[in-house]
């Protein structure tokens, strides 16, 4: 009924004659079934029956959790940096923006040591935004950046970004507050497209590096601040992780929640922001719950 060139694909077993499938998974919280890590890649060990079928190499047909590893010598792979001083002479590659190229906005010769990033539309916009990510891989995860940013207009603001997509997202945000006559930091929540602006959030700040951090913990994320890196100050509410999934967003693209830097400047699109370093600290065990 099959030839044998369809039943056992090429290079589906190993040289010592183990096999192996890759496919695509998710994991929900529960009972909600929201993933907030988007789909994912699993692997499962696998055998062949004698005619020509491929099973589960422990005669079920559910995925595991753990997999046995196969009788493979090691292979040193490179890792993404949990922390990232900017010091290459390019952007690394594991960094995403939506839409366009993170070098059409991102200069790490600028000022070496930081990424400068030119501000361009809001968070809201399918157009040309400047925003910096990384996927997060993790309900377990800390996030913390250092800026340099001086914004001058009310159209100028930078900062961390718990982000899903351009309706589903969370700003701390450095800006020039015109209630305040100076700058501020404020948190700005999109959710399913509905914008609200923090104003409780509201804090007056100085014109010098500002550190940020972004902890999600499960369903709970929230933000801090600090100007020294070590003393931490929380600053809105706790937001409800779950929210930022493919389910419980109205336009879900199936890439899970991202984190990352953003600027923007609505009026020239030329304001600029420095980030000193992107800390990306995840605990890969952590099961959802």
């Known amino acids: 009924m099959f030839d044998e060139a369809v039943r056992r694909p090429e290079g589906a077993t190993s040289q010592y004659g183990e096999t192996y499938l890759v496919h ?6 529960v009972p909600e079934l929201r993933c907030t890590l988007g789909r994912e ?6 055998h062949w029956t004698e005619d020509g079928w491929l099973r589960m190499a422990d005669g079920s047909n559910l995925a595991k959790l753990e997999v046995e590893e196969p009788d493979l010598p090691d292979v040193p792979m490179p890792q993404i940096p949990s922390h990232d001083d900017f010091d290459a002479p390019q952007l690394g590659n594991w960094y995403y923006s939506p839409r366009i190229m993170p070098t059409s906005f991102a200069d790490v010769t600028a000022r070496p040591g930081w990424v400068r990033l030119r501000g361009q539309e809001s968070l809201a916009s399918l157009n040309r935004v400047s925003l910096l990510t990384r996927k997060l891989t ?16 009310y159209q100028h603001s930078a900062g961390l970004v718990l982000y899903y997509d351009n309706m589903n997202n969370a700003f701390l945000r450095k800006y020039w507050s015109e209630t305040l006559g100076g700058p501020a930091i404020s948190i700005v929540r999109l959710e399913n497209g509905e914008k609200t602006e923090m ?14 951090r972004l902890n999600i913990s499960g369903r709970r994320s929230w933000f801090e601040w600090g100007y020294d890196g070590e003393t931490w100050t929380k600053i809105g ?23 990352g830097i953003a600027v923007t400047d609505a009026a020239l699109h030329e304001k600029t922001a420095d980030f000193d370093f992107f800390d990306y600290e995840a605990d890969e065990s952590a099961p959802v719950a």
């Open 24 to 29: 695509l998974t998710a994991r929900p919280f």
């Open 41 to 46: 890649t699993a692997i499962q060990k696998m």
């Open 138 to 153: 993790s309900v377990q995860a800390t996030v913390t950046t250092r800026m340099e940013f001086n914004p001058e207009v």
């Open 199 to 212: 104003l409780d959030t509201r804090t007056a700040v100085d014109n010098r590096p500002i550190c940020m």
């Open 237 to 259: 509410p706790e937001f409800d992780t779950t929210t930022f999934s493919d389910e419980y967003c109205k336009f879900g693209e199936f890439t899970g929640t991202m984190v």
